[in-house]
Each structure stands twice: as C-alpha cells, then as structure tokens.
C-alpha cells in the first residue's frame, strides 16, 4: 500500500476509474485514523495531549491499492475534488431494471388475485 499526497492521490484515482469503466470495479474505504499505534495514542492520553485524527481514505481495483490521508485543514478541497471525480465516472454504472407498475398490476387483474384485500 502506497501511502500518497492528495493530488497525486486523485490523480491515481482518477485513472483507476478510466481502466475499470470496461470491467473491473474500484472500492474506496475511508476510515478516522490517528496514524500512530495504539500504545502513543494511550501514552498522548494520559500526558494530556490531544490527539490529532485524521481520514485515511483507501482505493483498489484489486491489483493495485492506494491511500491518503486527509487532515481537517484539507478536507473540504479534498472532498470537492473527489465528489467531481465521483460524478464524472457514475456514467459506468447499470441502471436499475425496474418493474412496470401498470404491467404488474393488469397480470394481477387477469389472475383474479390483487395484492390489496378488499375491505367489507
């Protein structure tokens, strides 16, 4: 796992998207994390200091992995910048096939059966 700064972090992601529009899929975790183990966390909370979290964010396409991490001062450029990249590559999912209402419900009249009991 890479560890990258922001720009060249969503540049890699930007091309991760292009090569997995065809086939392929790319999964983005994100995750608060301090960057420190558990043992320094524990010792800065008993000394009295604050302990600085961060946003680590993962992608892979499953052969190759990346990572960054946001800290509160980069977070809404970053976060701009990865919504733009989110909606220029949605154009690669599927839509949804849906089930005609009108369809369903002229089967069921034909069938005798309706989905709603009749009130008396």
Not at 91 to 112: I, M, N, P, Q
């Amino acid at each position: 796992m890479v560890l990258l700064q922001l720009d060249p972090f969503l540049n890699e992601l930007t091309s991760m998207f292009e090569r997995g529009t065809e086939t392929g899929s790319v999964w983005v975790t994100l995750k608060r994390s301090s960057l420190k183990s558990k043992v320094v966390r524990n010792k800065m909370v008993t000394a009295g200091e604050a302990v600085e979290y961060k946003c680590l964010i993962r992608a892979t396409n499953g052969k190759k992995t990346i990572s960054t991490s946001v800290g509160t001062k980069d977070h809404q450029r970053f976060q701009a910048s990865y919504a733009t990249i989110l909606k220029a590559h949605m154009t690669a999912l599927k839509k949804r096939e849906r089930k005609d209402k009108k369809k369903s419900a002229e089967a069921d009249k034909r069938e005798g059966t309706s989905k709603r009991p009749k009130k008396s």
